[in-house]
């Protein structure tokens, strides 16, 4: 299922960031992730973190795992 994902840029990503579009997403290790429905990511913005953008490198400095993105749906993949 994961194979058939639509994929798209940065820059694509870049407008789903809670203030340019309704849909609020992010991406980590090459998956986007559609966060709009959690309260955590309300106005684009979850404590430092920054809606559409990559937060790979980010989670390092995050009070929880990478776990937490099983709650959301992929909603496609980064291109690389």
């Known amino acids: 299922m994961q194979e058939?994902?639509?994929?798209?840029?940065k820059n694509q990503l870049a407008l789903r960031n809670g203030q340019d579009r309704a849909?609020?997403?992010v991406a980590?290790?090459?998956?986007?992730?559609d966060v709009s429905c959690s309260r955590l990511w309300r106005n684009g913005k979850h404590y430092e973190h920054w809606a559409g953008q990559d937060l790979t490198d980010e989670l390092a400095d995050a009070p929880h795992t990478d776990k937490v993105f099983e709650k959301f749906e992929i909603i496609g993949k980064l291109e690389k």
């Open 4 to 9: 058939n994902l639509p994929i798209y840029t």
């Open 23 to 25: 849909e609020i997403w």
């Open 28 to 33: 980590y290790q090459g998956f986007i992730y």
